[in-house]
């Protein structure tokens, strides 16, 4: 029987990062390299040799770096970045840095990972992913995921494919970027400070010299297809103020509009490519917004209703 197996090391001696750190020399000093290998490093050392240990009101920085607010509770504020990552608080972060300090997640993590993997090249062809810890919507605690990737593909579509039964596989797509954030961060630790992990026996997923693949953005959902675009109760409120359509996804059909609309009550009727509900009231209106149709006038207590 033929087996599979990986390794995953992380030295525990690599000292503290600053930005004079050359991250590229600190890494090949400290990793026995070899074509194929994987590089893991957490995002927190990348920023700190990028210059992005700031200091500062920390709400104001977390503020700077948002483009979006998705969910509040309480204390926890989960935003959408300009890179596009959805994580808690923008990424910024005050562990392991000096008290007063917060470091900020870097600027283009796949940038950063093609800086790595292109100065690593001198030593060994190898992969390089930068990772940060993020929670995950169903599931509590944390793992760490790829937020910058460079020499792998990020994702391994199966689509098309057959499994041992003969069934064709349509939507699964491990992302291998991920499982090998986690899988090094079993190593790497939060509190041990060895924040580089090297993974070996994965040679074939690494990209020719020269080919970097999608980047860990490829990852990132596109917003029309993300079914939590938005908390519960932010979802609601988007939908009473008739705004951020986008969240909500594509538009449902007329025929579904129009049955959920019956169900509350309306009197609905399809006017071309258009549904016009004829006693249209404000609660038809949000609930239109919900399923993706836009309100475009209301005269007389009729409502037209118009997919964007």
């Given at each position: ?221 596109p917003r029309r297809e993300d079914m939590f675009a938005l908390g519960a109760r932010e979802a ?73």
């Amino acid at each position: 029987m033929t087996s599979a197996a990986i390794t995953v090391t992380a030295p525990s001696d690599i000292p503290e990062v600053t930005e004079s750190t050359d991250l590229t020399d600190l890494i090949a000093g400290h990793l026995d390299l070899r074509d194929g290998d994987i590089v893991v490093v957490t995002s927190k050392v990348v920023s700190k040799a990028e210059g992005r240990v700031v200091t500062g009101d920390r709400d104001a920085l977390i503020a700077a770096e948002t483009v979006e607010v998705i969910a509040r509770r309480d204390n926890t504020l989960i935003t959408r970045s300009a890179s596009g990552l959805v994580q808690a608080a923008a990424g910024v972060d005050g562990s392991n840095v000096p008290a007063g300090t917060v470091v900020l997640l870097p600027q283009d993590p796949d940038e950063s990972a093609r800086r790595l993997r292109t100065g690593l090249a001198a030593r060994a062809n190898v992969a390089v992913i930068v990772t940060d810890t993020a929670g995950r919507a169903w599931r509590v605690g944390q793992t760490d995921i790829a937020i910058g990737a460079a020499g792998i593909q990020v994702l391994d579509s199966y689509a098309g494919r057959t499994d041992a039964f003969g069934n064709t596989l349509a939507v699964t797509a491990p992302a291998v970027a991920d499982e090998l954030a986690g899988a090094a961060e079993l190593v790497k630790t939060k509190l041990s400070r060895r924040p580089v992990a090297l993974v070996r026996g994965l040679g074939e997923r690494v990209l020719p010299p020269g080919q970097h693949g999608p980047g860990a953005i490829a990852l990132v959902r596109p917003r029309r297809e993300d079914m939590f675009a938005l908390g519960a109760r932010e979802a609601v409120l988007a939908a009473v103020r008739g705004d951020n359509l986008d969240s909500f996804g594509a538009p449902v059909s007329a025929e579904e509009l129009i049955a959920q609309l019956t169900a509350l009550g309306a009197t609905v009727i399809a006017s071309g490519a258009d549904v016009e509900v004829v006693n249209g009231a404000e609660t038809h209106r949000i609930a239109a917004h919900a399923l993706g149709w836009r309100s475009a006038t209301v005269t007389d207590g009729r409502l037209r209703l118009t997919a964007r």
